[in-house]
């Protein structure tokens, strides 16, 4: 070997002394760093003397009276025998001592006339050490004990001799399985059945929830101007009727000269006279204090109106207490239902193209009329119409009445489904300018 390579892996070797030492050390939690991590599987690839080398820094952790840097030096283990065949070749030939080492307690001899002894301190850890320990030994068996035998002769010593209970993944992890696809069969009937219902009872509620929402739109109508922007429009100053006003009062004894202002804005100004000199400096000034601007003794405040656009009174509350009733039924009645069919719509299975295109619709159509009433609710609060009662049905779990029988296997199995983002329309409150000296 060249004194290169010689002083490389003498360098690698430190490394990995410091990142075993770092990633095994007590106190240093139960779960492995994942930077570090990586850094010992990058040494790991480079030379099977480095996997060498790892392998009996981890054998001599394993040896410490502390369960916790046992543990975590088993979790370092476990990574890199799933990773390198040389390492597995290693661990085999020690198998017995790693056993004792985790999983028996320990650390010389195995026997069946031995007592199973315990493992170190603390003993909260040893317990979760003897689990992990189990836990990969079977994990190790089932991927590899075919070919590695040693692996396959321990597992079956401490199942079958030693009749220690193993977490017993593989069968665990079938039984899962087999009762995930039998309640998603059950939860797919019940949505099959609930798919079915909606498909006969959605002419009468999108006509319900289309005449309640027209009919809120009519109070809008009643209350407010029929667009925001007529409204905002009507409720600014007129600026042009201002300085119509202005030039009748002034014509008589017109103190300016307007002819020759007028003629002077509407000549051409010369690039040299805008940028160049002290006349164009002169003109930009003046259009801007002209502007109201560049002038630092007052400042503009904008000031919005936090009130109701539209008080309720005397002659108008009629009108409001049908605007409430009508939003308590929306939101009380129909907006649950509305939302029980968007979960519905998008859990179903589809087995065909037809009913894909009829599911599709139907979502549609479902998330339009959330999006409305988000809408006209929004347009209430703005007329000062609020209840907490309604945000409280808005929260409350979907309600089907008599349009959808519940169902507690359904309810187990459907997670709320988040609406995405909605349009809002909003009436814009008219804003107040102020000038302050």
Known sequence: MSCCSQAMTDVLGKDLNRLVEMITRENSGLALDEKKLKEVKNICKA???????????????LKKKNSQVRYLALLLIDQLFVRS?????????????????????????????????????????????REKGLSVLESWNEKFGNKAKSIALGYNYIKHTLKMRFPEIRTRAVVQERERIQNEAKSQEILRVKFEKIKSQKDDL???????????????????????????????????ATKEVKKEENSD??????????E??????????????????????????G?????????LILRKNQGPIVTETRENTIVFQGLRDLLRELIHKYLPILKEWHIVLL???????????????????????????????????QLGVEDHS????????????????????????????????????????????????
């Open 47 to 61: 030379s099977n003397a480095n996997v060498k080398r790892i392998y009996e820094l981890l054998f001599t952790r």
């Open 85 to 129: 065949k040389y390492f597995r070749e290693l661990l085999g030939g020690e198998i017995r001592d790693f056993m004792q080492l985790t999983i028996l307690g320990g650390a010389t001899t195995l026997s069946v006339d031995n007592e199973v002894s315990h493992l170190p301190d603390p003993p909260e850890v040893a317990t979760l050490l």
């Open 206 to 240: 999108f006509v319900e929830v289309g005449n309640i929402v027209e009919q809120l739109h009519g109070i809008f109508e009643i209350l407010v101007p029929s667009s925001v922007e007529q409204y905002i429009a009507n409720s600014l100053p007129q600026k042009t």
């Open 253 to 262: 004894d017109d103190l300016f000269g307007s002819d020759e202002e007028e």
């Open 264 to 289: 002077d804005e509407n000549r051409e100004i010369t690039e040299e006279e805008f940028y160049g000199n002290d006349a164009g400096r002169g003109y930009i000034n003046d259009t801007i204090r």
């Open 291 to 299: 502007g109201g601007m560049g002038n630092s003794e007052y400042e």
């Open 347 to 381: 859990k179903v299975e589809k087995p065909s193209k037809e009913e894909n295109v009829i599911r599709e619709s139907l979502l549609g159509r479902v998330i339009s009329f959330t999006i409305e009433i988000s809408k006209v609710r929004e347009k209430c609060k």
């Open 390 to 437: 309604l945000d409280d049905a808005a929260s409350a779990p979907p309600l089907l009445s008599s349009l959808l029988s519940t169902s507690q296997e359904l309810n187990n199995e459907m997670e709320d489904v988040p609406m995405g983002k909605t349009e809002e329309v909003s009436i814009i409150p008219v804003t107040e300018k102020e000038e302050v000296k």
